[in-house]
């Protein structure tokens, strides 16, 4: 199962439209390292048109977490 991560629900097998992303972490000089960090978007967020907004918000937030 996996779980929204801004809404923290679980995104159900028949969600055609959500979407899993991963993002490279990056080092000092921006070489792409082994590690990543993975976001599960729902297809209601998407629906809603707030998927840029909502990914980036998240990315700050655990960039911090990473070191980037």
């Known amino acids: 199962m996996t ?3 801004w809404t923290n629900r679980i995104i159900g097998s028949k969600d055609h439209s959500s979407i899993q992303i991963n993002i490279a972490h ?3 000089s921006g070489v792409i ?3 990543y960090t993975t976001f599960a978007l ?11 907004s909502v990914l ?3 990315w700050n937030k655990a960039r911090t977490e990473v070191g980037q």
């Open 3 to 5: 779980r929204s991560s």
């Open 56 to 58: 980036d918000l998240l």
């Open 42 to 52: 729902s297809g209601e967020v998407r629906e809603k048109g707030e998927s840029d």
């Open 33 to 35: 390292t082994r590690g």
């Open 26 to 28: 990056l080092d000092e």
